[in-house]
DNA sequence: GCAAAAGTGTTGTGATTACACCCATGC
DNA sequence: GCATGGGTGTAATCACAACACTTTTGC
């Protein structure tokens, strides 16, 4: 059976058990060496890149289908996933472009197949430092890039990242931004550097400090970063409890 | 032919050229006798209501077909229109109970109709004074309901409304609440008993006129209100060019 | 005249911003 | 010892919340 066939057949046992054309993409952040990176995985055969997406089985909640679709690209279950946009355009990009240069059969208008595909974006918020990236049947590749530094996307994937990005920045304050995307110990410059990522303007790093001790959201622990050339930073864990809080007061505010 | 047939007749016309398994609700808010008011439409021979709805054509963009299901509900068009959310649980409502309240023949379980339906809501702000609620094919009546006393809803729908409310609280202060909600004249105390409806409390009207002036968003017009037993208050407008520098700076705050 | 709502200003408080120097560490 | 980044406090400004009385109108 030749991976062309499969893929014929993938399309058909979607199309028998998913929910037709309506699709799910994912945007998956992680922070990683102060860079705000996304998540993408390479077509098979092919330098086109994507993001992380699937179907919705028939009998399957829309937001288990998105945990499901990140669990298999991340190895991680329990992650912050939200909603952001349905991209329902009646045409979204230039179908014919995008066949040729996924280089494969595609079940377009063979007549089970809808013609177009309404997107439901999903984004997540993951520890960087726990993520297995995996490639699945349809990819060759997982991996990590910088947010402003993208490969060539398929589809109108790169617009979904902007969307997404938009998103998250005005989110940021009511969100728990800074819990999901960073690892479970880190620096108070560390998390700055988050919020400076995310926002993409520097901050003042005496008001940050104020601003994030005055919310008790962080417990200082009895150690120190050390390492880099200069004074080792406090590593610091977040107190949930207090984090809660803060979120529901909406006070997290860095605009 | 009986209405049966003809229903049977419309979900089947539906199933052909609709996006099948996805639907559309709305939640049209206006604004009345200082109440928020929300649009409903009564299932055809029964006293059951329920939100306007529709299906996607295939050729049809989402946004697009909300925007007509606003069109045949109010007869008015270039509203303003939002997506807020999509209701996509494996099971969203008791199908069995729904198919008895409707009193018709319902295509479920038919082969062609898919077994679940997964909703994206939308929420429109509407002038009151400009629309003309018309019921449709599938409806006998078409009115406005306060939003704190609905009737008996089918479906989810009284879950989707206090999505919606929740939404609209939330951006109260980054969306043209004001200036799609309140018709062509207003006066100062009328936006603020919208700003109360909405936010479900009073405000200083000191504080609000304060506010109000010093965003300059309003033109004070040579007009009073008279016909209140009462001081006559100021007739204003909304200056559309400072209202939407507002809004970019995200100025607007009631919270 | 009287009831009912409109219109208006000041003050206190809390949050945000701007800003500069010393300290610890690795090399 | 020196370069690098971490850690810390104060003063000015701004936005928001609280608060009471006079004016206008219809009846």
Known sequence: MTYSDKLINYYETVARECVLGLSLDCVIFGFHDTRLKVLL??????????????????TESVDAAAGRVLYERTGLTQLFLQQFHLFGDAVRYDVENTWQRQKMPMPFGSGTWPSRTISMGYYALVDYTKVTPTADFLSDECDWFDVFELPSLLYDHRQIINVALKTLRLQLNWQPIGLNLMPEKFTIPELQRLYEAVLGRPLDARNFHKKISSLSILTRLNERRTGGAHKSPYLYQFDLTNYQKALVNGNLIFV
């Open 41 to 58: 995985v390479r077509w098979r055969g092919t330098k086109e890149w994507c993001l992380p997406g699937g179907f919705i089985y028939k």
